[in-house]
């Protein structure tokens, strides 16, 4: 999963100026990307205790662990899909009903960038897609949601993509549902104070005319 490393890389680090659909796509990746790692990666080691230098050596492992962290992405990205739109609803103003159609776009954009992963369905992107179209036309029945209550549902998708067997994880669901709602409101405080919402909503759906 080299690719979805590389992006981890200085990703609390100040975050650079958001006023762009590519700054915008760069910063939803490498959070995403985050969250599908760490979450996944820091809760079988935590899990494992002591003995998990000898279960991550293991060759089996590693090709589970690899596929549970592609599986944690889409889940992740929808979530952090619906922290963007959230912010961008104010700004956007009486276009703010183009916003899930336009983050959509842009999360097939970022999903064209990666193949299939391997030992998954074909139509893995596809799913992906369909999920983040959901999970956006769901917050548009409503104001934005608390960033808090996020997690709730979604984080399920990724608590049952752990490698995991489920004896082991039964009663830790509380702890993924902790670690994403901490990580959405650090990344929603990233996004709101690195983000020029006039210039990025005006690069997403076009200037305004008088």
């Known amino acids: 999963m080299g690719v979805l490393d590389n992006l981890l890389q200085g990703v609390f680090s100040k975050p650079p100026a958001i006023a762009t659909v590519a700054e915008l796509m760069q910063f ?53 899909a619906e922290v963007i739109e959230g912010v961008l609803r104010e700004p956007a103003g009486i276009r703010q009903r183009q916003l899930p159609a336009v983050i959509a776009t842009l999360s097939k954009d970022i999903f064209r ?4 992963p391997e030992g998954l369905a074909p139509g893995f992107w596809d799913e992906a897609l369909k999920l983040v ?27 049952d993509a752990l490698p995991l067997h489920e004896d082991v994880v039964t009663n830790d669901y509380d702890y993924i549902f902790n670690f994403l709602r901490m990580n959405l409101l650090r990344i929603h405080e990233d996004f709101t104070r690195a983000a020029d919402l006039p210039l990025l909503v005006e690069d997403l759906l076009g200037k305004t005319t008088e």
Do not use: N
């Open 133 to 159: 179209r959901e999970k956006l036309d769901q917050a548009q029945g409503g104001p934005p949601r608390p960033v808090r209550e996020i997690p709730k549902k979604t984080a399920r998708l990724i608590f």
């Open 113 to 116: 960038k990666y193949p299939v």
């Open 28 to 80: 939803m990746d490498s959070r995403v990307s985050f969250l599908a790692q760490k979450g996944v990666v820091e809760f079988c080691r935590v899990r494992a205790g002591v003995h998990w230098e000898k279960l991550f050596g293991e060759a089996e492992f590693q090709q589970e662990l690899t596929r549970s962290r592609w599986q944690a992405y889409p889940p992740a990205f929808a979530m952090i």
